[in-house]
T-cell receptor
Framework: DSGVTQTPKHLITATGQRVTLRCSPR?????VYWYQQSLDQGLQFLIQ???????AKGNILERFSAQQFPDLHSELNLSSLELGDSALYFC??????????????FGAGSRLTVL | DAKTTQPPSMDCAEGRAANLPCNHS???????VYWYRQIHSQGPQYIIH???NNETNEMASLIITEDRKSSTLILPHATLRDTAVYYC?????????????FGPGTSLSVIP
């Protein structure tokens, strides 16, 4: 157990629907990162939050949004889902910026299947 | 952050040492080298990191060349459970935030 908790583990939904993925960071970590990994593809950086504020943004689609709440958990909202959104979504956390001794700790991921 | 180059795939016999290279020829003096691995469909797992000196922990050893332009991750006695994609990442020590990008990594297959 890495200490980063992601729910749900698996989610099956239909095109056009909206889903919310949840991430609880490791105790003491203030920063949360979201990644998307499509089948046999690499890890694509989506977005990062620190203590409730957005700090870095990748190629996140406009249909996707995220936020980090005062209790530091984060949610990734995916709307108007398309077949191509089927992927593993990983959350990672760190104490501060990923550098020096501050390493990223990843959760087990949420597997989204869009039918 | 400096760019890294890794071979796309490698094989290693079970029980032998797996030596995974990473080239980071544009690394600067304040950039750390990190290694992560991802076992199929699991979340990436931190292995080790270093700045200048060689490092060892319970999982692996990290050998950084004197000029710091390349490094090698060594799994001393590879097992089938070490079959995974291994990512080498270079990050400058910073207090600000930016994207954390993972490259394609090296797919290591440990063969019985």
């Amino acid at each position: 157990d890495s200490g980063v908790t992601q729910t749900p583990k698996h989610l099956i939904t239909a095109t056009g629907q909206r889903v919310t993925l949840r991430c609880s960071p490791r105790s003491g970590d203030l920063s949360v990162y979201w990644y998307q990994q499509s089948l046999d593809q690499g890890l694509q950086f989506l977005i990062q939050y620190y203590n409730g504020e957005e700090r870095a943004k990748g190629n996140i689609l406009e249909r996707f949004s995220a936020q980090q709440f005062p209790d530091l958990h984060s949610e990734l909202n995916l709307s108007s889902l398309e077949l191509g959104d089927s992927a593993l979504y990983f959350c990672a956390s760190s104490v501060g910026p990923f550098s020096g001794a501050n390493v990223l700790t990843f959760g087990a991921g949420s597997r989204l299947t869009v039918l | 952050d400096a760019k890294t180059t890794q071979p796309p795939s490698m094989d290693c016999a079970e029980g032998r040492a797996a030596n995974l290279p990473c080239n980071h020829s544009t690394i600067s003096g304040n950039e750390y080298v990190y290694w992560y691995r991802q076992i199929h469909s699991q979340g990436p797992q931190y292995i080790i990191h270093g700045l200048k000196n060689n490092e060892t922990n319970e999982m692996a050893s990290l050998i950084i060349t004197e000029d710091r332009k390349s490094s090698t991750l060594i799994l001393p006695h590879a097992t089938l459970r070490d079959t995974a994609v291994y990512y080498c990442i270079v990050r400058v020590k910073k207090t600000s935030y930016d994207k954390v990008i993972f490259g394609p990594g090296t797919s290591l297959s440990v063969i019985p």
